[in-house]
C-alpha cells in the first residue's frame, strides 16, 4: 500500500457528500454542522515555512544534503541499525533540527482554531518538531506517530536521559550514553522512530479513528511512509478528503468526494478560512502565537523555486553555522564508509485537472521546499532499508514504500518548541505530554 497507483476520479462523476469538490463546499459542510469530527493528518509540509526544511525536496531537502556526507545512504540517518554503528552523524543532523528555535505556521494554528471550536476529532501528525502544541492543539487530541525530540532514553536498556544533559550534548553534536548507574553503557536517542522500530502504542490504540470521522484534512504529506500512509484510506466511503498538497500523493483524488488543493499548506488553509470566514481569527490567532516579527517573517519568505535556490546557497555557503559546519565535523570526525547514495526517482504527481481549480487547487509554491510534495512525515520518512513494496499497514514498524511514477517527493516532520514534557511512553493521547 501507500503510494500505490490510483486513478483521478472521472470529472464526470458526482460527489455523494459535497456539493460539488471544492474548498467552498467544504466550508459549506463545516458551516451547516455536518462535519463535526475533522480528522487532521500531517507531514514536514505544514512545518516548512517555520524554517524547517523538508526531507525528500529534491535540492532543497535534508535527504539532499545529507548525500554530501557519503552515507550508504541519505536515510540510514535514521536507520536503528546504523545509528547503534554511527550515532555521530544523527546527532550531528539532530543539532541543526532541535526544539527551540521554530515556531508553528498558520497551518499549525488553524488545526488547533479547529479544536478550540470543538471540531477536531484527532490530529495523527508525523512530525517530531511538536509545533502543533505550540499552536494551542490539546494534547489529548494529538497522535505523535513518529515520536518526538521531547524526551530521549537509552537504546539498550530504556533509561531516561535528563533533557538537560541531552540539550548539552546535541549543542556539542555528540552522542550520550546511558546514565544507569551499572556497566549498561548504552548510547541514548531522542523518543523519535526510527526505521525498524516499533510506532507509539498512542498510534495503535487510535488507528482506527479515521474511520469515524466526517471530514479529514490531509496536510504536508507524500504518504510514503506506513502505516501512517495507511490513514487516510481508512476514512469511510462517503467522507470528503481534503488534500493541501504541492502534489497529488496516494489515493487521493480517487474518491467522488475528494477535493485536491495543490500547492503550499498555509496558502491552501488560509483559503479555505477564507470560505469559513474564519480568515481574520484565523490571523490575529496566529500572530498571538508567534508574534509579529515572525508572522511578517513567514508571510515574506520566498515561495519560489529561484529563493529557494537562494537560500539553498546560503547553507552551502563555507562560512556558514549550517550544513556547511555538519559536513565538515563529519568528515572531520567520521570514518563513514563509502557508498553512493541510493538514487530516489524525481518525478510528478498526478494533478486533478478541471473541476479542481474549482475545488481550491491553487498554485501555492511549498513553503521552503522546491518540488517535493507538501507532505511532512516525520524525520525518518525514507529508509531505504524498509522492505520494498510491502505495506506494513497493519503492522507496527516504520517502512519506507518507494516511490511510483505517480507518486510525488515527499518532505518529512520538522523540528520545534516543545511546550511540555511527555511523561511516559504512550501518553500522548491521554494526558499533556510534550
Known amino acids: 500500500m501507500g503510494q500505490e497507483s490510483s486513478h483521478l476520479v472521472d470529472p464526470d462523476t458526482p460527489p455523494e457528500t459535497l456539493s460539488e469538490r471544492s474548498l467552498r463546499a467544504v466550508a459549506q459542510l463545516i458551516k451547516d454542522g455536518a462535519a463535526k469530527k475533522i480528522v487532521v493528518m500531517t507531514g514536514a509540509g505544514i512545518s516548512t515555512a517555520a524554517g524547517i526544511p523538508d526531507f525528500r525536496s529534491p535540492k532543497t531537502g535534508l535527504y539532499h544534503h545529507l548525500a554530501r556526507l557519503n552515507l550508504p545512504h541519505p536515510e540510514a540517518v535514521f536507520e536503528i541499525d546504523f545509528f547503534r554503528g554511527n550515532p555521530e552523524p544523527f546527532y550531528l543532523l539532530a543539532k541543526e533540527l532541535y526544539p527551540g528555535n521554530f515556531s508553528p505556521t498558520v497551518s499549525h494554528v488553524f488545526i488547533a482554531l479547529l479544536a478550540r471550536k470543538g471540531l477536531l476529532r484527532m490530529l495523527f501528525t508525523q512530525n517530531i518538531d511538536c509545533l502543533e502544541r505550540a499552536a494551542g492543539v490539546p494534547a489529548d487530541l494529538i497522535v505523535e506517530a513518529h515520536g518526538s525530540f521531547a524526551t530521549q532514553r537509552c537504546v539498550d536498556c530504556k533509561t531516561p536521559f535528563p533533557d538537560d544533559r541531552m540539550r548539552e550534548h546535541v549543542g556539542r553534536g555528540e552522542a550520550p550514553r546511558c546514565v544507569r548507574g551499572d556497566d ?61 498538497n504541492l502534489e497529488r ?17 498555509d496558502s491552501g488553509i488560509r483559503k479555505l478560512a477564507d470560505e469559513l470566514g474564519w480568515r481574520d481569527e484565523l490571523e490575529a490567532l496566529w500572530r498571538g502565537v508567534v508574534g509579529d516579527e515572525e ?30 559546519e555538519l559536513v565538515g565535523d563529519v568528515e572531520d570526525k567520521l570514518d563513514i564508509r563509502e557508498g553512493t547514495p541510493a538514487e530516489r526517482p524525481e518525478t510528478n504527481s498526478a494533478k486533478q485537472g478541471g473541476d479542481d481549480d474549482a475545488s481550491g487547487g491553487a498554485s501555492q509554491g511549498h513553503p521552503a521546499r522546491a518540488a517535493s510534495t507538501d507532505a511532512p512525515e516525520r524525520v525518518g520518512d525514507g529508509a531505504a532499508g524498509a522492505a520494498a513494496g510491502a505495506s506494513g499497514e497493519d503492522e507496527g514498524v516504520l517502512r519506507h514504500v518507494p516511490q511510483t511514477p505517480q507518486e510525488s517527493t515527499r518532505p518529512v516532520a520538522g523540528t520545534g518548541t516543545c511546550a511540555a514534557k511527555a511523561k511516559d511512553e504512550g501518553d500522548e493521547i491521554e494526558k499533556p505530554a510534550l
Request: hydrophobic share 40%; glycine share 12%.
Open 295 to 324: 508572522a511578517e517573517r513567514q508571510l515574506s519568505e520566498p515561495q519560489k523555486e529561484g529563493a529557494i535556490q537562494d537560500k539553498l546557497d546560503e547553507l552551502d555557503d563555507e562560512s556558514d553555522d549550517g550544513w556547511a
Open 249 to 265: 500523493v496516494g489515493d487521493m483524488g480517487s474518491r467522488a468526494d475528494d477535493v485536491l488543493v495543490l500547492g503550499d499548506c
Open 184 to 244: 549498561c553503557g548504552g548510547l541514548v536517542k531522542p523518543d523519535i522512530v526510527f526505521f525498524g522500530e516499533q510506532l507509539p502504542e498512542a498510534f495503535h490504540r487510535n488507528v482506527s479513528v479515521p474511520g469515524l470521522a466526517d471530514l479529514v484534512l490531509v496536510m504536508g504529506t507524500s504518504l510514503l511512509v506506513h502505516p501512517f500512509a495507511g490513514l487516510p484510506r481508512r476514512a469511510q466511503d462517503g467522507v470528503p478528503r481534503v488534500l493541501f
